[in-house]
T-cell receptor, first 117, second 114 residues
Framework: GAGVSQTPSNKVTEKGKYVELRCDPI?????LYWYRQSLGQGPEFLIY????????DSGLPNDRFFAVRPEGSVSTLKIQRTERGDSAVYLC???????????????FGPGTRLTVL | GDSVTQMEGPVTLSEEAFLTINCTYT??????LFWYVQYPGEGLQLLLK?????DKGSNKGFEATYRKETTSFHLEKGSVQVSDSAVYFC?????????????FGTGTRLTIIP
């Protein structure tokens, strides 16, 4: 079946601009995660959704970053007033409900490479 | 907070060599442990996982054992192939009901030469 998809695959923008990154999870997956991967580093957690609500946004670096998931499926990560330091690959992952309240394996999308000039 | 420390790369081995990539962790709870792999041009994929002490995860000839006493989850393979060339990430998920956010190490780039 279809995996996690992310659009666009590449985004180049200028400092100060606003960007939106989209994630389409695997159908039926209620949990959705955003991560950011800087060059030469492992992914870092940004935000976790369970259904429509952001259950944990503790990884968002500052208030320029915001994410929504209005219908419990597609999610959009929004970055205002982009800075050069925001350049990274933004990864989305989804997982299905597991047993005993645990969620199952996270499946990752291919990522969106954001470059801020 | 939680953290993962893994062997720095890059690692270059000849085909059929034995592979070990070290991984140690720090966690406040009782985490699940994972190895993810990123092949060239592809997304992150789960390679194997273990959810409790002394569990051994295995897949594609790779193995890792959850060692609580040494807080380690070292990745091993007895005979590597050129197709194993990739970046390998050790990760943990601390058990916070429903929220399985992953904490990753910095990754180890593995290159296998024929």
């Amino acid at each position: 079946g279809a995996g996690v998809s992310q659009t666009p695959s590449n985004k180049v923008t200028e400092k100060g601009k606003y960007v939106e990154l989209r994630c389409d999870p695997i159908s039926g997956h209620t949990a959705l995660y955003w991560y950011r991967q800087s060059l030469g580093q492992g992914p870092e957690f940004l935000i976790y959704f369970q259904g429509t609500g952001a259950a944990d946004d503790s990884g968002l670096p500052n208030d320029r970053f915001f994410a929504v998931r209005p219908e419990g499926s597609v999610s959009t990560l929004k970055i205002q007033r982009t800075e050069r330091g925001d350049s990274a690959v933004y990864l989305c992952a989804s997982s299905s409900p597991g047993q005993w309240g645990r969620t199952d394996t996270q499946y990752f999308g291919p990522g969106t490479r954001l470059t801020v000039l | 907070g939680d953290s993962v420390t893994q062997m720095e790369g890059p690692v270059t081995l000849s085909e059929e060599a034995f592979l070990t990539i070290n991984c140690t962790y720090t966690a406040t709870g009782y985490p699940s442990l994972f190895w993810y792999v990123q092949y060239p041009g592809e997304g992150l994929q789960l390679l194997l996982k273990a959810t409790k002490a002394d569990d051994k995860g295995s897949n594609k000839g790779f193995e890792a054992t959850y060692r609580k006493e040494t807080t380690s989850f070292h990745l091993e393979k007895g005979s590597v192939q050129v197709s194993d060339s990739a970046v390998y990430f050790c990760a943990l998920s601390d058990r916070d009901f429903g929220n399985e956010k992953l904490t990753f190490g910095t990754g180890t780039r593995l290159t296998i030469i024929p």
